[in-house]
């Protein structure tokens, strides 16, 4: 069903998507109107309500007969969108959650900009998510840009919070401009933002502009390398996880660089991977150069983490390496014996969203407690907070991909189909770099059992200790029945309407 013209009853394929920006504009009116004194917290369970309400709009349009396509395909209502919304609203609920445990004025300087401001940059991720057209990917891209610098300096009284936001701005700022670039010459040579139509046109005129095409792909690669955090664009990530308050870090964490990697995924796919670019030398390039990226992330991500002793910043590098394994499933490309690129790569984003997320979790509750993100902060944590002790290691194991957690499935899973596809070099570096990261995983562990009791009680508030209980619970789940999301998926997801926005 394709609409040229937005209508009235076209609102209701946006009901996810409207949700958040409502729920956005009162909570920001609202809490202008409330008193200095009135706890903000209602605020947070406000927005979380709000997350909630979309995400069951996000699934009641799960599966549909036929994708909808509003303003010639400029935003599409598919699988492939519904299943990454979900991601970033699953996300941005729990983080909004943890929120409510740990933000406190000494952290934040204004509680209900936290809260409110989530929502926007939520929204900019599922506006790229379900975006056909580069007019719209790039309105989300700045939206969950722009509200993501905001939330990064929120805490004023920081030096280190307004480092990581003044260097979060420029970067970001550079990255955007070289997308924007990248895009401009895509539009010039093939006359058109839409991305099917932008595929058969360059196609069909790619000896005339063949260096242009190879300059705008490695222009988008490099500019979303940099939101994704994958090396050589990577250097950002680690002082801005570290500057910014905790919860926005698990956010840019897992929801931005979620959404980064849906458009990602459908860029490289509608527009350099399809039937038309595949008799093109830049069909084999582009994903050739995808797997040195991955490679590269994998190596520097794993390798540099080994010598980081505050958590915020091993958490961030550790962030960089997932980022070369979920690259891994979009640089192998289809072929006739490997057709769950898709699959791979939503499993493993599902798996490391809970167990990135509950990590975080748990160095909120030992920041709130110590004051200190060090890994020295971690020392006798077992005999201080023995649940919590526990949780954490199931979310470092499964980070490890040591088997039965879902991060060991996602990995296995991944590296089945790089081997599927004979990309041998690549799955024996996957299989090595994971190797590596036991190192300073266990190191955690080591300071949680085996160092003395580094302080007092760590003291896990309700809604810390449910997200983390949640976050180690889902990890195990997903490592027991990896079949059944694998199954859901694969049940619901087609590769000619869904990725490559065929009708």
């Not at 007969?65 to 209502?77: A, D, F, G, K, T």
């Not at 509200?147 to 480092?163: C, M, P, Q």
């Not at 490695?218 to 905790?246: C, E, M, R, S």
Request: proline share 3%; net charge neutral.
């Amino acid at each position: 069903m394709e609409q040229l013209h937005l209508q009235l009853s076209d609102l209701r394929f946006l009901a996810p998507e409207l949700t958040l920006v409502v729920s956005a504009i009162v909570l920001s009116v609202l809490d202008l109107a409330l008193r200095k004194q009135v706890n903000r917290n209602i605020l947070g369970w406000l927005a979380l309500a709000a997350v909630a309400l979309s995400a069951l709009f996000v699934a009641y349009d799960m599966n549909p007969e036929q994708p909808v396509q509003l303003l010639q395909q400029s935003y599409r209502i598919d699988d492939f969108a519904n299943l990454m919304k979900l991601v970033f609203l699953i996300g941005t609920g729990l983080v909004l959650f943890t929120g409510l445990g740990f933000v406190k004025e000494e952290h934040i300087a204004h509680k209900g900009e936290f809260y409110y401001l989530l929502l926007p940059a939520a929204l900019g991720g599922m506006i790229m998510a379900s975006s056909g057209d580069l007019v719209t990917l790039y309105v989300g891209l700045e939206l969950i840009s722009i509200t993501s610098y905001i939330l990064v300096g929120l805490n004023k009284k920081s030096l280190r919070s307004n480092e990581a936001a003044f260097k979060y701005v420029v970067l970001g700022a550079i990255s955007s401009a070289i997308v924007l670039y990248g895009m401009s010459f895509l539009y010039g040579m093939t006359g058109t933002t839409n991305l099917t139509e932008m595929s058969a046109a360059l196609a069909r005129d790619f000896d005339s502009f063949e260096a242009l095409a190879y300059l705008a792909f490695f222009l988008l690669l490099a500019g979303f390398g940099f939101k994704i955090a994958a090396a050589p664009f990577h250097n950002w990530a680690p002082d801005v996880y570290q500057g910014a308050p905790t919860p926005v870090t698990a956010f840019l964490a897992v929801v931005s660089k979620a959404a980064a990697f849906a458009i990602l995924f459908r860029v490289m796919y509608a527009v350099f991977g399809s039937d038309d670019m595949r008799g093109t030398a830049l069909f084999h390039d582009a994903f050739a150069a995808i797997m040195v990226v991955a490679a590269a992330a994998m190596v520097v991500g794993n390798f540099v983490a080994l010598r980081q002793k505050n958590i915020k910043r091993l958490l961030a590098y550790s962030g960089i390496a997932n980022s070369g394994y979920l690259l891994v499933p979009i640089g192998t490309q289809l072929s006739s014996g490997h057709l769950s690129n898709f699959t791979e790569f939503a499993f493993y984003l599902i798996a490391y969203l809970f167990m990135n997320i509950g990590a975080f979790a748990v160095l909120m509750a030992v920041e709130r407690s110590t004051g200190s993100e060090e890994a020295e902060a971690f020392a006798g944590l077992y005999y201080r907070a023995p649940w919590t002790a526990a949780a954490m290691v199931v979310l470092l194991l499964s980070l490890a991909g040591i088997p039965v957690t879902g991060g060991f499935f996602g990995k296995l899973y991944i590296i089945l189909g790089t081997l599927t596809g004979h990309h041998y070099w690549l799955a024996g570096l996957m299989i090595a770099t994971s190797v590596v990261s036991f190192y300073y995983y266990f190191a955690i562990m080591r300071q949680m059992f085996m160092r003395s009791d580094g302080g007092g009680d760590v003291r896990v508030g309700v809604p810390l200790g449910v997200t983390i209980g949640v976050c180690a619970i889902v990890t195990v789940l997903l490592g027991i029945f990896p079949q059944t999301v694998v199954g859901f998926i694969e049940r619901i997801f087609t590769l000619q309407q869904d990725l490559f926005m065929l009708p």
